[in-house]
């Protein structure tokens, strides 16, 4: 079988080549559509906080940066106030000292200072007693006290004989050397039992059996875990509730005192929960514990001064008796807590804290994952979208003020029992921060950067800024629009500066020329370019101004008061004295940037700037004007014609046709602000011109020549007149290559 190739036929490779073509388009479409969509900053603020709040719960799934949460977090535990109902029988520095000041070494102790101990409490009536030591195992030793009241009955004389008083021996060290009858032991066991608000410690072994206390200590006794539990940054703030079936510590004193205060303690407030189930709230199955003080804010009496009865009355009576290890010289049963960064707690205390949280329902919970979320959202693009509004310095002070703002809020949320996140918030804050400075910077000012960039050199800050902020203002691919340029040239330059050192002449120039772009942008133009020693300005672009012609007129004016301010600096300098001309025309003109790829510059075009080229250059040479213009605004000829007063004085000085153009122009000498003092001369001038126009030399000649010596357009317009008075023929052409239109 053979296979023939079909070829495509004419309207199938159209239909392709549309098709194709289709799918380009839709493609620049998407992009303009995306370009546009992502200069909206409302919808860029959102999205970069949505991709903050995608960033956030990544961190939140892998529980990055909790540690250091946490330890941001400890600057929230504020001082509250330790209750007055717990106190702490404090094993210290005091009570182990040597005897008579204290009982000795707690390892040497004898179980019945604790016997004694329960003596004086049993008067002192305390809603709980709670022991943070742990009583697993007989005691093995005798008490010194035991041995000299054996040594002095043996010294009595009753018993007469060796045997006797062996068998008085042994029978001592038998009652002793029993781990289940032990003197000591049963005494405290049988005070223990006179009490049914006791708890004891107990613990959990590595392997995890329960180490309890030895059964005749714990028979009326409720029992209470004391392992601690430390934070990755090795800090003590949260205890499980339960281990198997036994309650940790400070919840089983809790319960113990919820279930005595109504029963025992007639008039003691009761709690708003006295159920034994106390229904806390947990984070991660841990219990966390608010604190109320420093370390050692607790009322701690110390347990030697307890059993020589010094403190004051009522000190235990329907309190809270905890009995612990403060000392750390022998037992370090201490740990850092979120108030306690540098001096340790003691375990006792911690346990007081966990009682006063549970008692005054001061409960502390984490602010959960998807609250975070939401928090980081709300944040990230609210800032988002500020920040895309604000400058950078602005951003900044709110960006500061946020975090501190949230800082305070935390705190606030703290004190009603919340714990906000101290991490992920703070990284929402400074990202917006940072996202918005990037989007800004490559894609919402990319535009007006590139503005300034263009127009930094060309126009005022001012200018620049209203650019940068209006940029739809500006065409910078070109346009046809009406303007006003201003050319400006020092006098017989070439000489002067061929008389002058060369360093000297461009230190000189550079003055001048700063002197003149401060003023021209301070009117509002933009300048185009310097070329040798001229200028090239103009109005009305780049951006649009009602008044450019009067703006033009204006900066003009004041670079002649400029020149004579420097006039006086560069004659005490002995510098030479540089004089210029100016020539300003208005019509429209071609702006816009032109050049290379590689180098350009934005600059008008056209016959309004020719002519003004030549109104600087061939009117003023011609004429011996400073400043000549050519179509100056209709509101000023109006005024000047009815005697009006106007912002400036213009003197109309001919009609002529300047070189490069076909049609007349009528060119205006800018004399200055409108004043008295050129009254006489403006209307002799202006007789004498109308008097020419209609070729009335000799007319014209008594007029011009009133000022003839004086004021350099009279003398022209003189010596002109006299010419043709006298019939002689004078070219209509001058050396300037100006067109005379001699009569109407």
């Not at 940068?468 to 346009?479: S, T």
């Not at 011996?624 to 007063?645: E, F, R, V, Y």
Request: hydrophobic share 40%; charged share 20%; aromatic share 10%.
């Amino acid at each position: 079988m053979a296979y023939i190739k079909k070829e495509n036929s004419p309207n199938q490779s159209q239909r392709l080549s549309k098709a194709v073509n289709s799918c380009y388009n839709d493609k620049i479409q998407f992009v303009i559509l995306m370009g546009s969509f992502l200069k909206n900053r409302v919808i860029a603020g959102v999205l970069i906080g949505a991709f903050i709040t995608m960033l956030v719960t990544i961190f939140l799934a892998f529980d990055l940066f909790n540690g250091l949460h946490q330890t941001f977090s400890n600057s929230l535990y504020e001082i509250n106030n330790p209750s007055q109902e717990i106190v702490i029988i404090a094993i210290d520095d005091k009570s182990t000292q040597p005897a008579p000041e204290g009982l000795g070494r707690f390892s040497q102790w004898s179980r019945e200072n604790f016997t004694k101990l329960l003596g004086i409490l049993k008067t002192e009536k305390p809603i709980v007693i709670g022991f943070d030591l742990i009583f697993h195992t007989p005691t093995t030793m005798v008490p010194r006290e035991k041995l000299l009241v054996l040594q002095a009955e043996l010294q009595t004389g009753k018993p007469k004989t060796t045997e006797e008083k062996l068998e008085i021996f042994e029978n001592f060290l038998n009652s002793y050397r029993s781990s289940i009858d032990n003197p000591i032991d049963k005494e405290f066991a049988n005070a223990l039992q006179e009490f049914d608000n006791i708890v004891l410690a107990a613990s959990v072994s590595n392997n995890g059996e329960i180490i309890q206390p030895l059964p005749d200590f714990s028979q009326n006794a409720s029992l209470g875990i004391v392992n601690s539990f430390l934070d990755e940054n090795g800090i003590l703030r949260a205890s499980i509730p339960k281990y198997q079936d036994y309650d940790d510590f400070g919840i089983a004193a809790a319960k113990k005192y919820l279930a005595q205060a109504g029963a025992s303690a007639p008039g003691v407030p009761l709690p708003k929960r006295v159920a034994v189930d106390l229904n806390l709230p947990l984070e991660n199955d841990q219990f966390l514990v608010n604190f109320f003080g420093d370390p050692y804010s607790f009322e701690m009496i110390p347990f030697v001064n307890v059993l020589k009865k010094k403190f004051d009355p009522e000190t235990f009576k329907n309190k809270i008796v905890l009995i612990g290890m403060t000392s750390a010289k022998e037992i370090h049963d201490e740990f850092l807590t979120p108030r306690s960064n540098t001096t340790p707690m003691p375990g006792v205390e911690f346990r007081a804290n966990e009682i006063q949280t549970i008692l005054e329902e001061k409960f502390l919970e984490v602010q959960g994952k998807l609250s975070i979320i939401i928090t980081v959202l709300i944040l990230g693009a609210a800032l988002s979208v500020i920040f895309n509004y604000l400058g950078i310095i602005f951003s900044l002070v709110i960006a500061l003020a946020s975090l501190a703002l949230y800082y305070f809020s935390a705190h606030f949320f703290y004190s009603r029992g919340l714990i906000l996140n101290m991490v992920y918030p703070f990284i929402a804050i400074v990202l917006s921060y940072i996202g918005s400075y990037v989007y800004r910077y490559f894609i919402a000012d990319k535009n007006k950067r590139e503005l300034k960039n263009a127009f930094g050199h060309y126009v005022s800050e001012k200018l620049v800024e209203q650019i940068a902020k209006n940029p739809e203002m500006v065409k910078l691919g070109g346009e046809k629009r009406p303007v006003t340029v201003l050319f400006s040239d020092i006098k017989d330059s070439t000489a002067i500066s061929e008389k002058t050192e060369i360093s000297a002449w461009v230190g000189q120039m550079n003055e001048y020329f700063t002197v003149m772009e401060e003023i021209i942008k301070r009117f509002g133009g933009t300048v185009d370019k310097y070329e040798g020693d001229a200028i090239m300005c103009f109005w009305n672009a780049p951006i649009s101004q009602e008044n450019h012609q009067k703006l033009a007129y204006g900066a003009a004016l004041e670079m002649s008061v400029a020149l004579v301010r420097l006039h006086e600096k560069w004659r005490a300098e002995c510098r030479p004295l540089l004089e210029f001309r100016i020539g300003i025309n208005s019509g429209e003109a071609i702006v816009g940037n032109f050049g290379s790829k590689t180098r350009f510059d934005y600059t008008a075009t056209g016959d309004t700037v020719n002519a003004a080229s030549r109104l600087e250059s061939s009117v003023n040479k011609t004429y011996g004007t400073k400043i000549a213009i050519a179509n100056p605004p209709t509101d000023l000829l109006t005024k000047a014609s009815a005697q009006q007063s106007c912002e400036f004085l213009l003197r109309e000085i001919d009609t002529v046709i300047v070189p490069g153009k076909t049609s007349a122009l009528v060119i205006y000498e800018l004399m200055g602000v409108a004043s008295g003092r050129f009254h006489d001369l403006m209307t002799a001038y202006s007789s004498g011109l109308a008097a020419y126009r209609s070729k009335d030399f000799a007319g014209a000649i008594e007029y011009f020549k009133v000022f003839g010596e004086s004021d350099p357009p009279s003398k022209v317009m003189l010596e002109r007149c006299l010419k043709l008075l006298a019939g002689e023929k004078i070219a209509q052409v001058d050396e300037n290559m100006i067109f005379h239109i001699i009569g109407k």
